[in-house]
C-alpha cells in the first residue's frame, strides 16, 4: 500500500525494521531535548505529515522497549490518526516511572502502525440475538 507522506524532520522516513515488522518506529522531531517529569505528559513532534486512505487509520503505540526499561509509554494507546487528518503527526508521551526521562532529537518514541478499520452504519432493533454468555460482563466467561 502507498501512502503520501511530507517528511518536515531531520530524519529518515519510518520504516519496518524487520521483515515481518507490524510497526515502523516513529522519531522525535526536537530542536533541543525534552525532559519529561514522573507522571509527566507531552506531545512530541515527529515532522510528518500523512494522507492515511479513506477505509484505514494510523495506530500509534508504545515503544516495547522504552516501556519496559524507562516506564515511558503514550497513555491514549493506541492513538488514531484519521484519514481525513493532515496536521503534523505528534505523540502523546507519559513518563510512568520515578525518574526524569530526556527525549533526544531523533530517538524512537512510539511506533505506528496502518489499519484498516469499517464505517458502521447502525440498525436499531428491539432485541439482540441470544448466545449462551448472554449479559455475562466483566470476567463472567471464565467463571463457572
Known amino acids: 500500500m502507498k501512502i503520501k507522506i511530507i517528511n518536515k524532520s531531520r530524519h529518515e522516513l519510518p520504516e519496518y525494521k524487520t521483515a515481518f515488522s507490524a510497526g515502523m518506529d516513529l ?11 514522573p ?3 507531552k506531545i512530541i513532534p515527529t515532522g510528518l505529515y500523512l494522507e492515511i486512505p479513506p477505509g484505514y487509520e494510523g495506530q500509534v503505540r508504545p515503544r516495547s522497549g ?6 515511558i509509554s503514550c497513555p491514549n494507546s493506541p492513538g488514531t490518526i484519521d484519514a481525513d487528518y493532515r496536521g ?13 526521562f530526556t527525549i533526544n532529537d531523533g530517538e524512537r518514541i512510539a511506533q505506528l ?9 447502525w440498525e436499531e432493533v428491539e432485541k ?14 471464565g467463571v463457572k
Request: glycine share 10%; aromatic share 4%; net charge negative.
Open 66 to 71: 522504552l516501556a519496559f526499561k524507562h516506564g
Open 128 to 141: 439482540l440475538s441470544d448466545t449462551v454468555r448472554g449479559e455475562g460482563g466483566y470476567g463472567s466467561s
Open 113 to 121: 502502525i496502518i489499519a484498516k478499520h469499517e464505517t458502521v452504519v
Open 88 to 100: 503534523e503527526l505528534g505523540v502523546i508521551v507519559i513518563n510512568l516511572s520515578k525518574e526524569d
Open 39 to 41: 507522571s509527566e505528559r
Open 27 to 37: 522519531r522525535a522531531n526536537l530542536d533541543e531535548p525534552v525532559v519529561l517529569k
